[in-house]
T-cell receptor, first 113, second 114 residues
Framework: SQQGEEDPQALSIQEGENATMNCSYK?????LQWYRQNSGRGLVHLIL?????REKHSGRLRVTLDTSKKSSSLLITASRAADTASYFC?????????????FGGGTRVLVKP | DAGVTQSPTHLIKTRGQQVTLRCSPK?????VSWYQQALGQGPQFIFQ?????ERQRGNFPDRFSGHQFPNYSSELNVNALLLGDSALYLC???WGTGAQAGYTFGSGTRLTVV
């Protein structure tokens, strides 16, 4: 079963606009990660935010985490055509016996030139 | 610096056959995890290997098995293939739990079962 649920499922914007996508999850986490996937290829790690952090920036990316609401958001500022991809949030629950990422269904972003 | 390498990139198998997928982790990484991604969905965790042992497993039947070698590379084996096993299989490596820097994913193996 999928832990995270992304919203919206699809997003279409013009180049230069900002793109915001949200992720909700169900159980306690150690950290939450965002990944990008181009055309069904491998996933690229974008950013990791720990459960005790509320906001994190990396270049044009801004991630927030609200553990009380069990939700996170990813903001891509000044989008480019190259940002066209699927974006996935994944929660990480680390146990003594190892850990695993639990992914949501993804948000498909189309940036039109 | 080589990332995660998966082979083969594409594979077509017949229902009932067996398949082996291979993964070489990123240099310096000691943990390998496998994921199955059906078309249009998010990846689903299959299992994780560390120190040549399966450390954690997702909700996949015993037809799915794996192995990790002393050089940290890994194999995913699927027996008695079903049409529903058609998917992109992703290998991800990390140092330990990946809690510091996340995971590095390979480009995947696209398996088609006919």
């Amino acid at each position: 079963s999928q832990q995270g649920e992304e919203d919206p499922q699809a997003l279409s914007i013009q180049e230069g606009e900002n793109a915001t996508m949200n992720c909700s999850y169900k159980t306690s986490i150690n950290n939450l990660q965002w990944y990008r996937q181009n055309s069904g290829r491998g996933l690229v790690h974008l950013i990791l935010i720990r459960s005790n952090e509320r906001e994190k920036h990396s270049g044009r990316l801004r991630v927030t985490l609200d553990t009380s609401k069990k939700s996170s958001s990813l903001l891509i500022t000044a989008s480019r055509a190259a940002d066209t991809a699927s974006y996935f949030c994944a929660t990480d629950m680390i146990k003594a016996a190892g850990n695993k990422l639990t992914f949501g269904g993804g948000t498909r972003v189309l940036v039109k030139p | 610096d080589a990332g995660v390498t998966q082979s083969p990139t594409h594979l077509i198998k017949t229902r009932g056959q067996q398949v082996t997928l291979r993964c070489s982790p990123k240099s310096g990484h000691d943990t390998v995890s496998w994921y199955q991604q059906a078309l249009g969905q998010g990846p689903q965790f299959i299992f994780q290997y560390y120190e040549e042992e399966e450390r954690q497993r997702g909700n996949f039947p015993d037809r799915f098995s794996g192995h990790q070698f002393p050089n940290y590379s890994s194999e995913l084996n699927v027996n008695a293939l079903l049409l529903g096993d058609s998917a992109l299989y992703l290998c991800a490596s990390s140092w330990g739990t990946g809690a510091q820097a996340g995971y590095t994913f390979g480009s995947g193996t696209r398996l088609t079962v006919v």
